[in-house]
């Protein structure tokens, strides 16, 4: 290793795979930023693994001595064996929604073949069969690349590479295969991406195709990772229902349909789509137009309501008979449950000789399989309308909400005050405790306004450290004393955090329906403006939308 001091060049190609580096560790950072998703553990270890990669093979390109550079080459292995193996398991992890952490014992065994191979390549001096004794620069230039003659144990290890990624092909396509629609596109654009770098790889190995007379596969991997992250969160796959999921449905053999208030179809397993005689363009149809069935389905539904009888489904051409049940999807609200929509499982009881105790059999079964899929919904819509770090409602749920205060303030000729507060200074929170502490510090400050408001009032997480507040009943100059009331209180509440008690200030800014603007987003422009008012008057401090400093 002596002549590993003889020189380094920092040359573009150099830059570049540190630059890719730098680009690494940020993205890493943006994603450790956002809330939990499945794979998260399987993301984070790619990450760890491609940086490993990269940083050995920029170290490899720098070095100008041909051992220096061999020794480069073997220290990159756990980096090369490790990155398919970590993105296997991200891609299994992802399908099949997991988000829990791994265990000390299985990550040890994801281990054990990086580690060997990269034994195998450092031990290459005392054995040859990694790289070939022909391994050498391609030119007597000094710093040339070099051209690496394959052993028969680096072939072994590729094998494993490629089974790697041949598994992670396999998963996303099986999992296209399991789904429909968006879902199938989406994995068909991961199963693509999955391709990238197992093509540079083969291109390298067999056909000799470099990057500045390096292996183009880290490189690829890098390009990857930024793919993958476009299409997890650009994409907004966690809106979708994950296939794991999505597979419930699928399973089932009676007809299930998900209905919204608007009578609109929004989910249906195959059984259901089967009995219609759809395959595709039937997302957002009103069940009554569905063809087969919807427009019976519908009057079963009206008469049921009307009458409390038994729905009982009746279809011709052939004869059929179908149980309809019925389950409301609703979510928690101040004042009782607010329903979205329904849930109808159509379970098939033509066969009019089934025994007594088989019916009653395949009705308590039926009922297990509507809470189960129930259950599911609920957690889905719940992480749609609320925010995962402070439980309050997100901005999904605003426009709704402020729609139904809104008809109730004019109906009643009642008072509706928007209040934008942005806590002050918060950044100097994350910088010197650390965001994990100021994590802490949002969710104490959404206990606080909880705690502070009326019932009949909501507080909902704007984005970042910001707050809206909507005030009902009250006057423009109620809210405002209401909320300098609360300002005061905040600044001397110390919120309880693992670095102790701190304390943090607000500052604030209301607009007033209908005196500020009649729509929601004419209101949140002007109590936006107040805030910035409040921000340059010095901050901790209220201001209406209008009013003088």
Same mark, same amino acid.
């Given at each position: ?11 573009? !190609? ?25 794979? @998260?553990?399987?993301? =984070? ?17 720098? !070095? ?56 195998? =390549? ?33 072939? %072994? ?27 199938? @596109? ?49 994409? @907004? ?37 089967? +009995?219609?005689?759809?395959? &595709? ?7 009554? /137009? ?14 049921? !309501?009307? /009458?409390? +009888?038994?729905?009982? +489904? ?23 449950? $607010? ?24 009705? %308590? ?5 509507? &809470? ?49 507060? /942005?806590? #002050? ?5 994350? #910088? ?6 100021? #994590?802490?510090?949002? &969710? =104490? ?16 997480? $704007? ?23 609360? @300002? ?10 693992? =670095?102790? /008690? +701190?304390?943090?200030?607000?500052? %604030?800014?209301? !607009? ?5 603007? #009649? ?31």
């Amino acid at each position: 290793m002596s002549s590993c001091n003889a020189g380094w060049s920092l040359s573009a !190609a150099v830059l570049f795979a540190l630059s890719l580096c730098l680009g690494i560790l940020l993205l890493s950072r943006w994603v450790a930023k956002q809330r939990a998703f499945p794979g @998260r553990a399987g993301f =984070a270890l790619l990450h760890l693994a491609a940086l490993w990669w990269l940083l050995t093979a920029a170290a490899e390109m720098s !070095a100008q001595a041909a051992d220096c550079k061999m020794f480069w080459a073997a220290m990159a292995w756990p980096g090369i064996v490790a990155t398919p193996t970590f993105w296997a398991l991200f891609l299994w992890q992802y399908v099949n929604s997991q988000s829990a952490t791994l265990r000390p014992r299985n990550l040890l065994l994801l281990c054990l073949m990086p580690l060997l191979a990269w034994l195998l =390549a450092l031990s290459n001096p005392w054995h040859g069969l990694f790289y070939l004794p022909g391994s050498a620069p391609i030119s007597a230039e000094w710093g040339a690349p070099v051209h690496y003659e394959h052993g028969p144990l680096f072939f %072994a290890v590729s094998v494993y590479v490629y089974l790697s990624m041949l598994f992670s092909v396999g998963t996303v396509l099986n999992a296209a295969y399991l789904s429909r629609g968006r879902h199938r @596109r989406h994995y068909l654009a991961f199963a693509a991406v999955t391709l990238v770098p197992f093509i540079a790889h083969i291109a390298y190995v067999h056909y000799n195709w470099t990057v500045f007379g390096f292996d183009p596969t880290p490189l690829s991997f890098v390009f990857v990772l930024i793919a993958f992250v476009v299409l997890i969160f650009g994409g @907004r796959v966690f809106d979708l229902l994950p296939v794991a999921r999505h597979l419930l449905l699928e399973a089932l053999s009676d007809p299930v349909l998900v209905i919204n208030q608007r009578q609109e179809v929004i989910e249906a397993n195959p059984a259901a789509l089967q +009995l219609a005689a759809l395959a &595709k363009d039937w997302q957002g149809c009103r069940l009554a /137009d569905w063809p087969v069935y919807g427009m019976p389905l519908a009057g079963v539904l009206l008469r049921a !309501a009307a /009458d409390k +009888l038994p729905p009982l +489904l009746e279809l011709t051409h052939p004869q059929r008979f179908f149980e309809v049940h019925r389950r409301q999807i609703e979510r928690p609200a101040r004042k009782g449950k $607010f329903v979205l929509g329904e849930m109808l499982y159509l379970r098939d009881v033509t066969q009019p000789h089934l025994s007594e105790m088989r019916l009653a059999e395949a009705l %308590a079964l039926s009922d297990e399989r509507l &809470k189960i899929i129930s259950a599911l919904n609920d957690k889905l819509r719940d992480q749609v309308l609320h925010d995962p770090l402070t439980g309050l409602f997100n901005r999904r749920y605003l426009a709704e909400f402020f729609t139904r205060e809104q008809a109730r303030a004019r109906r009643e000729h009642a008072g509706l005050v928007l209040v934008l507060i /942005d806590l #002050d200074h918060f950044k100097g929170v994350n #910088d010197t405790y650390g965001h994990l502490v100021g #994590d802490e510090m949002l &969710k =104490a400050v959404s206990r606080f306004f909880e705690t502070k408001l009326r019932s009949t009032d909501a507080v909902f997480r $704007f984005g970042g450290e910001e707050f809206l507040l909507l005030l009902t009943g009250v006057t423009a100059h109620e809210a405002f004393a209401l909320v300098e009331g609360l @300002r005061e209180h905040f600044a001397l509440t110390p919120m309880l955090t693992t =670095a102790g /008690d +701190l304390n943090i200030q607000f500052s %604030a800014g209301l !607009a007033s329906w209908p005196m500020h603007g #009649d729509t929601l987003d004419d209101l949140i422009r002007a109590a936006d403006s107040a805030l910035y008012q409040a921000k340059r008057e010095g901050r901790n401090r209220v201001r209406l939308a209008g009013s003088a400093s």
